[in-house]
């Protein structure tokens, strides 16, 4: 089935540790658009961050933000929103505290922390927004947060915080890894195989046509949704699972390969 749509993820699939596209990549995707597909991103990242990545590639589809939480325009006309019910913060507050996890609490693309643990590059490497430095979460959240996240300063760590949080959550709402340090809490019903989900609808794109790619847990819905699910070649073993296609790793331009031969058909 030809694709029509490409939702890829953002960190480990489309960028390195340098957030930067390479070349190959960015004329893949111009290729592809000229050709009429429709390409955009995933990420868990905020709307702000990722409209500048998606700027940076010249895209001009709805964006795919906090895990599926938020799809919007690049006009900042929002689609889709689904919060997380802030009942659900105070047992989360409290393990963080007592654990001496550093907790980051996501609403209206800014952050609210008690904490501050690593330095200001970490800070803008992986978040990229501004922060609310108070002494009170509970009392500082405007409103239902998108999301959080809990930070482990190791993988062997956040396993075990990933394992703490799932049993705070008891299924009320979404636990995610969505990197070797962060453990995420999103809505009961936020994933980003929904969002795709949500993204091909209203643009009229079934599934069959639809092509996704990505490399950490949380890509796994979204490449298990689509038509045509391509895992990294630097993939988790559990998105490697429900691939229909292993692609070489990001370091080797695997998004590029993708987007080339699975979606434009050129020959490699």
Request: proline fraction near 4%; charge should be negative.
């Amino acid at each position: 089935m030809p694709v029509k749509l490409i939702v890829c993820d953002l960190d480990g699939t489309l960028v390195d540790e340098d957030l930067t596209f390479t070349p190959r990549l960015s004329e893949a995707v111009k290729r592809a658009q000229a050709q009429g597909i429709t390409v955009t991103i995933a990420t868990g990242r905020g709307f702000s961050t990722t409209r500048h990545f998606a700027a940076l590639l010249g895209l001009a589809a709805p964006l795919i933000c906090y895990q599926g939480a938020q799809i919007r325009a690049l006009d900042g006309k929002t689609f889709h929103e689904s919060s997380l019910s802030r009942a659900y913060l105070p047992p989360v507050i409290a393990h963080c505290q007592a654990g001496g996890w550093e907790l980051a609490v996501y609403w209206n693309d800014e952050i609210y922390q008690t904490t501050r643990m690593y330095d200001q590059a970490y800070y803008d490497r992986w978040f990229a927004l501004p922060v609310h430095h108070v002494a009170d979460l509970m009392t500082a959240l405007p409103a239902d947060p998108l999301k959080f996240i809990a930070i482990a300063p190791t993988t062997e760590q956040a396993d075990r915080l990933e394992r703490e949080i799932r049993d705070l959550a008891a299924a009320k709402f979404q636990v995610m890894r969505s990197h070797a340090w962060f453990v995420e809490g999103l809505a009961a019903d936020v994933s980003k195989g929904d969002g795709v989900a949500r993204l091909a609808q209203r643009l009229g794109i079934a599934r069959e046509h639809v092509m996704a790619i990505g490399d950490s847990g949380n890509d796994a819905s979204m490449v298990a949704w689509a038509g045509l699910g391509v895992a990294m070649g630097n993939a988790s073993p559990d998105v490697k699972a429900v691939a229909k296609v292993v692609a070489p790793s990001q370091q080797e331009d695997g998004a590029a390969w993708a987007i080339e031969h699975l979606a434009l058909g050129e020959p490699g």
